[in-house]
């Protein structure tokens, strides 16, 4: 008998069976979304028939839709004619998509306000992917649909050649170097301002050179090693803070003398409701009591004021005749305790190389350049050069332009506000801890529309007399100011939620407080408050539909309420709102699916 071995070696493996039906595909999501028990399945159903029941009553007035008519009527008229009852009327569209836009900006000159929104994409392309070849994808989309928008409205054959100039050049600089595209972001404040609104091509660029010398003051006084520079350097500055101080002064003496002498003259009513039932006039008590509180508090803050600014104001000449001295030189009249007190303080902080005096010191030099040589330079300029467009108000701008005006400037100055407030709550300085929760509690608790009327209607007092201040720029900063209250709750929340251990590292490495802040703290607080910065950057912009109550052209009320007031399209309703909320809606839903990538992207974490 012979044993007989066989070897046997698997070459391949054996196909896998399927997964079961109900673990698998449509199935299986199906019984983990919709039907995963009984009250599931009851609501999906319930949904579903509410949703059947929607598109059902729905479905005709879309379906006998009118894009070709001159009016609501003749709208009706062709509905009819089809046999239908109902039809949506989106010629009012077609008719007046340009005020919804572009409010009453004038038609020749759409084509600034087109490349202005072209650039912003391109502006905003090196801030949403730094350093990445998507930059350049986008700057090349934005070019293409800012080359068709003007072409579709017929704008001239400079305009469009200029266009493509303009995203040929960008485009080529973000494919070769992406990060030399922040330069289009630095420009585009500058260039989009004189697009919009017109005038001199020199305003702009003196505005460009008055930062440039702010900057290189401000950086010559960090790296300036010479002591006796230094202390040239400390003495100038003291010395513009000094004037600086002395205007401020006599401003607020002014104004709170002025205000002084309106509330001393001023005749408030006796109580609200008088003469009513008693329901009447106990709100009216109640509202009556609120007010004089109102007028003590106002009373009280500006007799501050005027005692303050008062003693501020005293010069040299005044001092002396209180100890009876008569005889000092007429140069002693100009200088005033508060100028004093200013010159002293800057001195020494200068000297002491302060980094709030350097950023001072760009301030002043860059103030000084914009109130005294800029205009000359754009005389000068524009007669020798001219290079002018034709200037537009700011009555004149409205529909979604001014939308994007409000909410992209705003959203951009509310973040680094809201970032210094958050830290300034934060602080273990007292006075500045304290004057950050005021601001942030005052502004929270004040709704928007009320900061907008303070913006149009009360600002203009607070300023010196034949003063022009623009109303949406007014409405920008009061705008920036509420979401930057709100940015610093989201941010201060995120500053919590970080460990101890983070700021110990900080000081472990020997980083100053700023340091730390930039490479460990903030940065993590930043990528922890994504959901809720974006949030609140969604709010304020469907927020900019309430400048309508301050009499701008807010594409919501302003533009619709004008086109249903013209007698063609008297009588429409859904249409307009449906194209308005529409647009609102691709925007805001864009700025949520870029947070949820930029949350993808940062996640470093294994959660």
Not at 153 to 158: C, F, Q, R
Not at 516 to 526: G, N, W
Request: aromatic share 14%.
């Amino acid at each position: 008998m012979t044993e007989t071995s066989h070897l046997w070696v698997r070459e391949e493996m054996l196909r896998p069976a399927p997964p079961p039906l109900r673990e698998a595909g449509a199935v299986k999501w199906l019984r983990e979304n919709l039907i995963s028990s009984p009250v599931n399945t009851l609501l999906t159903f319930a949904g579903l028939l509410v949703t059947i029941w929607m598109i059902w009553t729905a479905f005709p007035w879309w379906w006998h839709s009118v894009w070709n008519a001159n009016s609501l009527a003749e709208c009706r008229e062709i509905v009819a004619a089809a046999g239908g009852e109902s039809g949506a009327c989106w010629a009012v569209i077609k008719a007046r998509w340009h005020q919804f836009l572009f409010g009453f900006f004038p038609p020749e000159q759409y084509w600034r306000p087109v490349l202005t929104g072209g650039l912003l994409f391109a502006a905003l392309a090196p801030i949403l992917f730094w350093k990445d070849r998507k930059s350049a994808h986008m700057v090349g989309f934005a070019g293409i649909a800012t080359l068709a928008a003007l072409y579709a409205i017929s704008a001239n054959s400079l305009a469009f050649a200029a266009t493509a100039a303009i995203f040929a050049v960008i485009w080529v600089t973000a494919s070769l170097r992406p990060a030399a595209l922040i330069w289009v972001t630095g420009l585009f404040p500058f260039i989009s301002i004189w697009l919009i609104w017109g005038g001199s091509f020199w305003s702009p660029v003196t505005q460009l050179l008055a930062i440039a010398l702010g900057a290189l003051v401000a950086r010559l006084y960090y790296n300036n090693p010479n002591k006796w520079l230094n202390d040239a350097f400390a003495l100038v500055v003291a010395l513009a803070a000094a004037w600086v101080a002395s205007v401020v002064i006599n401003y607020s003496d002014a104004i709170s003398t002025d205000f002084f002498a309106r509330l001393r003259m001023a005749t408030f009513w006796q109580g609200f409701g008088q003469g009513g039932n008693i329901l009447a006039m106990a709100f009216g008590a109640l509202a009556s009591f609120v007010v004089m509180l109102l007028t003590a508090a106002i009373w009280l803050l500006l007799a501050v004021m005027y005692v303050i600014s008062a003693v501020l104001n005293y010069n040299l000449t005044d001092l002396a005749r209180l100890f009876g001295y008569e005889t000092l030189p007429a140069w002693a009249a100009m200088i005033s305790l508060g100028a004093l007190f200013a010159f002293a303080l800057v001195f020494v902080a200068a000297r002491n190389r302060s980094v709030v005096i350097g950023v001072l010191a760009g301030l002043l030099a860059g103030g000084g350049w914009l109130l005294y040589q800029a205009p000359k330079m754009v005389s000068y300029m524009a007669t020798d050069l001219p290079l002018t467009i034709a200037p537009v108000g700011s009555n004149m701008i409205g529909g979604f332009l001014l939308a994007l005006i409000i909410g992209v400037t705003a959203i951009a100055a509310s973040l680094p506000l809201g970032i210094m407030l958050a830290l300034g709550r934060r602080s273990d300085m007292w006075l500045m801890k304290m004057l950050s929760i005021g601001f942030i509690e005052f502004i929270r608790g004040v709704p928007l529309i009320t900061l907008l009327f303070t913006a149009s209607l009360l600002l203009q007092y607070f300023l010196p007399p034949q003063t022009n201040f623009d109303l949406i720029l007014r409405v920008i900063i009061l705008a920036s100011l509420f979401s930057a209250a709100y940015l610093a709750e989201v941010i201060r929340g995120g500053l919590a939620a970080l460990p101890r251990g983070q700021y110990e590292a900080g000081d472990s490495l020997g980083l100053t407080y700023w340091q730390a802040q930039r490479l460990i703290i903030m940065p993590q607080a930043l990528k922890i408050s994504i959901p809720g910065i974006v949030s609140t950057f969604i709010g304020l912009f469907k927020d900019t539909t309430l400048v309508s109550f301050v009499g701008l052209l807010d594409p919501l009320r302003g533009v619709t309420t004008t086109v249903r007031a013209d007698i063609n399209w008297k009588g429409i309703y859904w249409e307009p709102y449906i194209f308005v909320g529409a647009i609102f809606f691709i925007i805001c839903f864009g700025m949520s699916r870029y947070s949820m990538y930029l949350e993808r992207k940062l996640k470093t974490d294994h959660r």
